[in-house]
């Protein structure tokens, strides 16, 4: 059985740091783009960061660069999201996804696999 499974979410204040991580279990992902989406109340789920399959491509919303990493682990079969320097407004579910393409992309309906999420709450 294919599974993503997040951890790491919490309750924060504005200015701390979080780093969520998604393990993949059930088949190799070690090949697969793997990214991460959040989706906050009454909003669409939107992209956040986005890997490939050898972590040497990335890709970053315009409103998270420069404070969230996106990585992956050396058995290519985890992914992890460093998030700093946190706001309110990134408040949301945090939901990891696997691509079975190579390269990443912003586009929700591209991703095979998908997490069940974990909350990230920003207090101001």
């Known amino acids: 059985q294919v599974r993503l499974k997040e951890v790491g979410g919490g309750l924060v204040q504005a200015g701390d740091s979080l780093r969520l991580s998604c393990a993949a279990s059930?088949?190799?992902?070690?090949?697969?783009?793997m990214a991460w989406f959040r989706q906050a109340p009454g909003k669409e789920r939107d992209f956040v960061a986005a890997i490939s399959w050898n972590g040497g491509k990335t890709d970053y919303a315009r409103s998270v660069k420069g404070r969230f990493t996106i990585s992956r682990g050396d058995a290519r079969n985890t992914v992890y999201l460093q998030m700093n320097s946190l706001k309110p407004e990134d408040t949301a579910v945090y939901y990891c996804?696997?691509?079975?393409?190579?390269?990443?992309?912003?586009?929700?309906?591209?991703?095979?696999?998908w997490g069940q999420g974990t909350q990230v709450t920003v207090s101001s």
């Open positions: 059930g088949r190799t992902f070690s090949n697969y783009a």
């Open positions: 996804a696997a691509d079975q393409l190579a390269e990443p992309t912003t586009t929700a309906d591209q991703y095979d696999y």
